[in-house]
C-alpha cells in the first residue's frame, strides 16, 4: 500500500492522525485541503510532504491554470511546514514546468509530474535501501545474531510514498532472511515512534521493541545496538543534519558509546543552498503538543489529556540538527558517503557548484 495516490481528478491519502487506530483514507480535491492535511500531519515525513505539494499543485492546474492561481497555490503549500527542503524542490520543480506550458495541457501535465515525483521518490527509496542492507548484510555474517538497529520518529513507508529512507535498508534485510531487531523511541511529542513505526512494523513482522527516547542513550552505552539509523528533513551542503527533535541526543550518546550513526538521505532532502545546519529553519509547533498527550482510550473515543499544570509554558520545537561530525554516513540513493562538502560533492557532481550559502527560498 502506498501513503498518497491519484484518485479520478482528486488525490487519496492514508490519514496518519488516525493512525495505529484506524487505517483511514482520506480524499482531498483542492489545494487548500492538501495545505491543511500537510500541516495538520495527516501526511508526514519530508519525503511525503514534496509529494503531497506536487498532488496538490496538480489539482490547483486542475481548478484554476492561470499563473497568479497557480502562484497562489504554491504559497499556500510553501507555508504549511518550514523544514523539509523536499516541500520547496516539489514545489519548485512542478511551477517551472507548469509555467512553461501552455494554461490548457496544465491540468494534464500537473497530474503527470506529480506521479513522477512520488514514483521517483519510491526509487530513490528503493535504492537507498539496497545500499544500507550491505551493512546489514555484514554486520549479521560477522555477529551470528539478529543485527539490532535504533531509530527515530517515523522514517518508514509512511513518510515516504513507499518504502521508508531509514527503514527502507531494514525491510530490505528482513525480506531476504536478514535477522534484525528494531529498537524504536516513542520521539515525544507527537509520538511518531510509538503510532507510526511500530504501527509499520508489526504490519510487515519486523521484531521491535519501543523505548521512551531517553531509554535510548543507556541502551547504546550497554552494548545493545549495533547501528543507529534516522532520517532527515534537510541536509546541508556540507552534511549537517535536521530531523525530528531527539535525533542530536540520539547522534551524540551514539558517539559517546562507539555506535554508527546512519543517515537515510534522499537527494531531494539535501539543501545545497545551504551550509550550515543553523541557517535551516526550524519548525516550532503547538505548546499543547507538548503539555498535552493524545491517544485513543480503550472504548474507542480520541483524547487529549493535560499533562502539565495549566499555567506551565512549553517549548516545542519539531527538529532539530546535527553537526556532520556526528554522522558516521549518509546513505543515499547513489551509495554512502561521508557527512562533508566533499563527500556530497562526489555523489552528485552536478550539485557541487550550486551549493554556496543562501536563505532559503520563498513563493
Ligand atoms: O514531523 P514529521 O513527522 O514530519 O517528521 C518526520 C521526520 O522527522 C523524519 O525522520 C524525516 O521526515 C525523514 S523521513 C523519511
Known amino acids: ?13 492514508i490519514d ?5 487506530f484506524e487505517l483511514s483514507i482520506r480524499r482531498l480535491e483542492t489545494p487548500e485541503k492538501v495545505a491543511e492535511a500537510i500541516a495538520a500531519m495527516r501526511v508526514r515525513g519530508a519525503p511525503l510532504i514534496g509529494a503531497a505539494a506536487a498532488y496538490g499543485l496538480a489539482l490547483a492546474a486542475r481548478c484554476d ?80 545474531r ?57 504490519r510487515h513482522g519486523v521484531p521491535f521493541t519501543l523505548l ?6 543507556p541502551l547504546m552505552r550497554e552494548g545493545r545496538v549495533d547501528f543507529a539509523i534516522v532520517g532527515t528533513d534537510r541536509t546541508t551542503a556540507e552534511g549537517e543534519v535536521a530531523n525530528k527533535i531527539g535525533t542530536y541526543m540520539m547522534a551524540l550518546a551514539a558517539r559517546d558509546s562507539g555506535v554508527p550513526f546512519y543517515v537515510a538521505l534522499p537527494s531531494p532532502s539535501i539543501d545545497w543552498a545551504l551550509a550550515k545546519g543553523a541557517s535551516i529553519p526550524i519548525e516550532c509547533r503547538d505548546a499543547r503538543e507538548v503539555t498535552h498527550i493524545e491517544g485513543w482510550s480503550e472504548d474507542g473515543r480520541r483524547l487529549r489529556l493535560r499533562l502539565s499544570p495549566e499555567e506551565s509554558p512549553a517549548f516545542n520545537p519539531a527538529f532539530d540538527v ?41 513563493f
Open 146 to 202: 539478529p543485527v539490532e538497529i535504533l531509530t527515530h520518529c517515523n522514517a518508514g513507508w509512511l513518510a515516504t510514498v513507499d518504502w521508508g529512507t531509514a527503514l527502507a535498508p531494514v525491510y530490505r534485510a528482513f525480506d531476504v532472511g536478514i535477522k534484525v531487531h528494531v529498537w524504536v523511541g516513542e520521539t515525544r511529542p507527537r509520538n511518531q515512534g510509538a503510532s507510526l513505526t511500530a504501527w509499520e512494523l508489526a
Open 1 to 13: 500500500m502506498r501513503t498518497i495516490w491519484p484518485a479520478g481528478g482528486a488525490v487519496e491519502i
Open 65 to 144: 491554470p492561470s499563473r497568479p492561481a497557480l502562484e497562489k497555490a504554491a504559497a499556500l503549500l510553501f507555508a504549511t511546514r518550514p523544514t523539509a527542503v523536499n516541500l520547496g524542490w516539489a514545489l519548485e520543480r512542478m511551477m517551472a514546468a507548469l509555467l512553461s506550458a501552455r494554461e490548457e495541457e496544465r491540468a494534464l501535465l500537473g497530474f503527470r509530474l506529480a506521479g513522477e515525483i512520488a514514483e521517483e521518490d519510491v526509487a530513490i527509496n528503493r535504492a537507498i535501501g539496497a545500499h544500507g542492507l550491505a551493512l546489514f548484510e555484514k554486520a549479521f555474517a560477522e555477529k551470528g
Open 322 to 362: 546535527t553537526p556532520a561530525r556526528l554522522v558516521t554516513a549518509l546513505i543515499t540513493e547513489r551509495g554512502l558517503c561521508a557527512a562533508s562538502r566533499e563527500g556530497l560533492a562526489g555523489l552528485f557532481p552536478e550539485h557541487a557548484a550550486s551549493a554556496r550559502e543562501e536563505a532559503a527560498g520563498t
Open 16 to 20: 496518519q492522525t488516525r493512525l495505529p
Open 212 to 217: 521512551v527516547d531517553s531509554a535510548a542513550g
